[in-house]
């Protein structure tokens, strides 16, 4: 469902009803029975300053991206297309759901300041509900899935390791659903939805399902939050 007629729907809808909305499509971790742990493998960093990339989904790419600019040692994060084959892919074709792509989020970041471990439990913890099924929050279909595209095999044992770890925890009232898929190409998003949230701070979408993640974010993790 194309996130545009979703806002065209929620501005017709009276106010009391949007706040309970907002309780109720967030999409920050409300699953978790208990704070999401630190991964037991991964957390470590880098001796010294470097550059590494992370590519993550989790329903729309607004909040995932605005979250992550506000994590300390992300350099840039960056709205894109992942895990699908067409070559350069439109927000109309992937808003199909019939492409294979997922509206994702790619992460550039210093591992000497930020640990790829770390990346993970935000990502877990404030990004997104990794329990909602090609879906997150208002949004509905595969392009709005819940995934993980690793970029090299030390990715790939850190981001199995951390779903058994919070499996065998039962952190989640309920599944994790989360793809963990090989990186074949990510594309960047159109213009327009770099910085989105930030562009349009006061947007209903934006207030309702990704605002109360950058509060969150500020509140679980204060050391490597920044304005």
């Known amino acids: 469902m194309n996130r545009f007629l979703n806002y065209a729907a929620i501005m017709i809808i009276p106010v009391a009803i949007l706040l309970f909305a907002a309780r109720l499509t967030s999409g920050v971790s409300h699953a978790a029975t208990a704070p999401v742990a630190e991964p037991a493998v991964g957390s470590e960093l880098a001796p010294f300053a470097a550059e590494d990339t992370a590519v993550f989904a989790g329903g729309c790419f607004w909040g995932i991206e605005a979250v992550f600019d ?11 297309y992942a895990g699908g084959t067409l070559a350069n892919p439109s927000y109309e074709q992937v808003s199909t759901g019939d492409t294979g792509y997922a509206e994702s989020v790619e992460v550039i970041y210093d591992p000497s300041v930020v640990s790829y471990g770390k990346l993970l439990q935000i990502f877990f913890s404030v990004a997104h509900d990794p329990t909602e099924l090609n879906r997150q929050g208002p949004d509905h279909g595969t392009q709005y899935r819940s995934a993980i595209f690793y970029r090299n095999d030390r990715q790939k044992q850190v981001a199995d390791s951390y779903i058994k770890q919070l499996t065998a925890a039962k952190t989640f009232s309920a599944p994790i659903v ?39 974010l500020k509140k679980q993790f204060p050391d490597i939050y920044f304005e």
């Open 70 to 80: 506000h994590v300390k040692g992300v350099r840039r994060a960056i709205s894109g």
């Open 178 to 216: 989360t793809q963990v898929a090989k990186l074949p190409s990510f594309y960047a998003a159109e213009d327009y939805h770099q910085h989105y949230l930030e562009q349009h701070p006061n947007q209903p979408y934006i207030v309702i399902n990704d605002k109360p993640k950058l509060v969150a």
